[in-house]
T-cell receptor, first 114, second 113 residues
């Protein structure tokens, strides 16, 4: 059975700290790994990682995928209170043709205190 | 997310009542998805559609139904057969191509009266 496991489940840090969020996956016919940030409502897309060892970066956020060890990390440096959210990780399973599905982890709740 | 509209934001259902959640998009994307989100659980796929007039069951389709009569619309009906419908429902769309991510609407929160 496909599964995506995120850790920690929740995390409280102070502004300026650096955090690392973990995501391990077991997904048949794995295609890529996606990270989303969810505040009150819609998850917003952060990164899609397809190749191992290539870091993707956007401002203070960065992410990398290890396809040998089946995990990904999301780093946030110099955290701000606006980074407080649930961070979701999802593995994309390829069914052939145009069909693919996302298998989501339960998320990491990050709280950044002033 | 821009281009995806879910309505209503909040919905209350009486026991034994069917309700329909709306998802509309104006980005001309082929694929549309419905997820359910419960506290402490990840998003779970209910139904998805790759093209007009075609849709497939996801992992938790029981008690739900959908239609895809128009490219821009993918409504979800929560039927009385769904015994635990209280949840946050998210609609997503995806453009063609393997490198495209899914983008989500703002969701509908459904509660039982």
């Amino acid at each position: 059975e496909d599964k995506v496991v995120q850790s920690p489940l929740s995390l409280v840090v102070h502004e300026g700290d650096t955090v690392t969020l973990n995501c391990s996956y077991e997904v048949t016919n794995f295609r890529s790994l996606l990270w989303y940030k969810q505040e009150k409502k819609a998850p917003t897309f952060l990164f899609m990682l397809t190749s191992s060892g290539i870091e993707k970066k956007s401002g203070r956020l960065s992410s990398i995928l290890d396809k040998k060890e089946l995990f990904s990390i999301l780093n946030i440096t110099a955290t701000q209170t606006g980074d407080s959210a649930v961070y979701l990780c999802a593995g994309r399973r390829d069914y052939g043709g145009a069909t693919n599905k996302l298998i989501f982890g339960t998320g990491t709740l990050l709280a950044v205190q002033p | 997310d821009g281009g995806i509209t879910q309505s209503p934001k909040y919905l209350f259902r009486k026991e034994g009542q069917n309700v329909t959640l709306s998802c509309e998009q104006n980005l001309n994307h082929d694929a549309m998805y419905w997820y359910r989100q419960d506290p402490g659980q990840g998003l779970r796929l209910i139904y998805y559609s790759q093209i007009v007039n075609d849709f497939q069951k996801g992992d938790i389709a029981e008690g739900y139904s959908v239609s895809r009569e128009k490219k821009e619309s993918f409504p979800l009906t929560v039927t009385s057969a769904q015994k635990n419908p209280t949840a946050f429902y998210l609609c997503a769309i995806k453009d063609r191509g393997p490198g495209q991510p899914q983008h989500f609407g703002d969701g509908t929160r459904l509660s039982i009266l």
